[in-house]
């Protein structure tokens, strides 16, 4: 018990452990060493760190690194070998017996199920292609989505039922593949967006062979979106093989064909007639009004030609009515750009700045504004419209060096309206980039402004005819027109360096420019006879016959000593002078300048 064991003696305690003996050392003066040698310095010698790295001392790999591995081996898409598929396979005018469509799909939906409601197979896909060739392709595609078993050409079925009413392929099916095949696959493949819709002559004769074997009505309604394939793609020839092809047999026009129709004959050159029908077409149907009032719109901007007040409020509406929708961005740029060509550039701007609230991520806004500042016309908008305009959209225009010619068209404008301040705002970003373009029309702006010492500073380093005519400019500006003639005529222009000898008081120069012009020869003679005095001529025997560049250069009489003949000579000579005086004065028009210069 506890007293017990307390009065009981302790019990001797265990011997201690000797203490352990430290570790034997190697006896040696050799200097530590490392499994990387060190210089003196600290830094591993080259040697030894190669031989260190020639194998992997450790490799980890961490949960992450092997679950991206695996993933990354999943999201691989595996390399398909497409083959084209034979035309037998999409015969499509063989699938149907003569006999109304309603008739042939009641029949074949009676006999479709067998024992325990199996669906037969054959019957399953001669259902499926029933409806594909009367243009159901939904219906098809239900059918197949409600029967999930296998047959032969499933797949295919399924890209021919979403490719008749021109709806996107999914994306692992047989015709999905972007690849250039002949015949009846390459036509189908068209058809669906997936491939080429033109892909070289040959094998587009074979498409063409293809599509005009279809029927009638399956052409009409296939065909419009193969001819707006080839119109995307620039082929207007081959649009209007298609085109002629699938109206051929008198087929009756639908609104799909009446839209590619007015596509193709602006293609051709006549938007007119494209706009006439697609306008009419629009105030017949009302289904197909509105995309009929996008192409119309379309072809109408392109060709430069205005819409009708009427069009603009109806694409102004369908705008409002499909905002948050996406294809409101698409109305909203094309209605910008119909006011434009209006001549409305402020309603313009002003729905694109709209519109750039409203969709802020889209750059093709920011794009059309560039466009169409850069392309507007002054005496179209009007010049005070078009001034405020652009002045209160400079922060449109990008800084961004693709914007440097909306940036010169820009500025060239705004310097012939007068207002060199607002051009030299626009075209300094692009100055700055050492554009030659740029730095003329800055230079000009500062000539416009009366700073020559500014533009000649510009303009220095620059060579070429326009660079010498604004130096000469400059230099004119300051009074110094001999220094602007030899500049002009240095840089080859000797026509434009004459027109500075009569400011530069160079008269025989002037004289010779003149030749062609009687009046100014005339006037440039006398300067040359007042500088520059020849011996006297004699005075011609009848004053009275002389032609004006003759009598303004005969010499006056002397009237020291009157006598009549002095006089008569002196209103003669007088006369002939007047003549020629009056004549310059009846060519001056109502501004004051003279009329040959």
Not at 195 to 219: K, M, Q, S, V, Y
Not at 384 to 403: I, K, N, Q
Not at 532 to 547: C, F, I, K, Q, V
Request: aromatic content about 4%.
């Amino acid at each position: 018990d506890a007293a017990a064991g307390a009065e009981s003696e302790p019990a001797e305690a265990p011997p201690a452990l000797p203490d352990p003996a430290p570790p034997a050392r190697p006896e040696s003066d050799a200097a530590p060493t490392l499994p990387v040698g060190l210089t003196a310095r600290g830094v591993p010698e080259a040697a030894d760190l190669a031989a260190l790295l020639e194998h992997e001392q450790i490799q980890a790999t961490t949960v992450f690194d092997r679950e991206r591995a695996k993933a990354l081996a999943e999201m691989a898409e595996p390399e398909v070998a497409v083959e084209c598929l034979p035309d037998d396979a999409m015969d499509i005018a063989r699938w149907s017996d003569g006999r109304p469509p309603f008739e042939q799909i009641v029949d074949l939906s009676s006999h479709l199920l067998g024992e325990f409601d199996a669906p037969d197979p054959a019957t399953l896909a001669r259902l499926i292609r029933i409806d594909i060739r009367f243009g159901l392709g939904t219906e098809a595609e239900a059918t197949l989505a409600s029967f999930p078993q296998d047959f032969e050409n499933r797949a295919l079925l399924l890209d021919l039922a979403r490719a008749v009413e021109g709806r996107p392929l999914l994306p692992d099916g047989p015709l999905s593949a972007a690849v250039s095949c002949p015949g009846a696959h390459g036509l189908w493949s068209a058809i669906a967006g997936s491939g080429p819709a033109l892909p070289d002559a040959e094998h587009f004769e074979t498409i063409h062979a293809a599509f005009a074997e279809l029927p009638p009505d399956l052409r009409a309604l296939v065909g419009p979106a193969l001819v707006a394939r080839l119109l995307d793609a620039g082929r207007t020839e081959a649009a209007r093989l298609i085109q002629d092809t699938t109206t051929r047999p008198e087929t009756a026009q639908t609104s799909a064909l009446t839209i590619v129709g007015a596509r193709l004959a602006a293609a051709e050159g006549d938007p007119q007639a494209g706009i006439h029908a697609l306008s009419a077409l629009i105030e017949a149907d009302a289904a197909a009004a509105p995309e009929a009032l996008v192409h119309l719109a379309r072809l109408a901007a392109d060709a430069g030609l205005p819409l009708p007040d009427r069009h603009v409020t109806d694409l102004r509406a369908a705008a409002l009515q499909a905002r948050g929708a996406a294809r409101a961005a698409d109305l909203r740029l094309l209605l910008a750009e119909s006011l434009a060509v209006r001549g409305e550039l402020p309603d313009a701007i002003a729905e694109i700045r709209s519109a750039l609230i409203d969709l802020p991520r889209d750059p093709r806004f920011a794009e059309l504004a560039v466009t169409l500042l850069a392309a507007a016309d002054p005496v179209h908008v009007g010049r005070a419209a078009y001034a405020e305009t652009v002045l209160a959209s400079t922060t449109l225009v990008s800084a961004d060096p693709a914007s440097d010619p909306a940036r010169r068209a820009i500025a060239r404008r705004l310097l012939d309206l007068g207002l060199p301040q607002g051009a030299r705002e626009m075209i300094e970003p692009a100055a700055a980039r050492e554009g030659e373009a740029a730095r003329l029309l800055l230079a000009e702006s500062w000539l416009r402004s009366r700073e020559s010492a500014r533009a000649r500073d510009i303009l220095a380093g620059i060579e070429g005819p326009e660079a010498a005519r604004l130096t000469a400019e400059a230099l004119a500006l300051d009074g110094d027109f001999a220094e602007a003639g030899a500049v002009l005529r240095e840089a080859g222009l000797p026509e434009a360096a004459d027109d500075y000898a009569w400011s530069s008081g160079d008269w025989p120069r002037a004289r010779d420019e003149a030749a062609p012009d009687p009046e100014r020869h005339a006037m440039a003679e006398f300067m040359v006879a007042q500088t520059e005095p020849e011996e006297a001529r004699p005075a011609s025997p009848d004053p009275s016959t002389l032609d004006a560049e003759e009598a303004f250069v005969e010499p006056l009489p002397g009237l020291e000593r009157p006598s009549l003949d002095a006089a008569r000579r002196l209103l003669a000579t007088g006369r002939q002078v007047e003549d020629f005086v009056q004549a310059l004065l009846a060519e001056t028009p109502p501004g004051g300048a003279p009329a040959a210069n």
